[in-house]
């Protein structure tokens, strides 16, 4: 993965790391940025974690990890749906079409950018991420077959 260097991709990819990583600690954050390729004073990046607002919560596995609120644990195909996820689905979702790595979502007008936004947040793994209209949006998957399975999850999702 190609990281730019500016502080915009850099606090990025920190929020990344802690969505998939029980960090206990800035020195193995840094080490994690640099075996990304991203170097980082531990200066710039405590900056950067109280910008992102990153906070120190216990963790039954791990003690003490930093977190980022509002920024979900990264969720994979097995993983259950979150329900605030499933009840806008219910909700906004007025058809799901695949074609390849594509979903093509329908929603009322003006739903949208909304559920683009929650689905970009989700932290679904297998999504690379929205596009979104007024009443359309384009979920774009990691797998190039992937869209037919994902669509399928959403309308079930729906019911």
Known sequence: MAIPATKTARQARIIEILQSNRVRSQAELAQLLTDDGVKVTQATLSRD??????????????GLIYAVPNHPVRRTASDAPDSRMVGLFKELLVTAEASGNLVILR???????????????????????????????????????????????????AE
């Open 49 to 62: 974690l109280v910008e992102i607002g990153a906070e120190r919560v216990r963790d039954l596995k791990a």
């Open 107 to 157: 929603t009322p007008p003006g739903a949208a950018q909304f559920l683009a936004s929650s689905i970009d947040h989700s932290g679904i793994d297998e999504i690379l991420g929205t596009i979104a209209g007024d009443d359309t949006v384009m979920v774009i998957t990691r797998d190039k077959e992937g869209g037919e399975a994902l669509a399928d999850r959403f309308l079930t999702w």
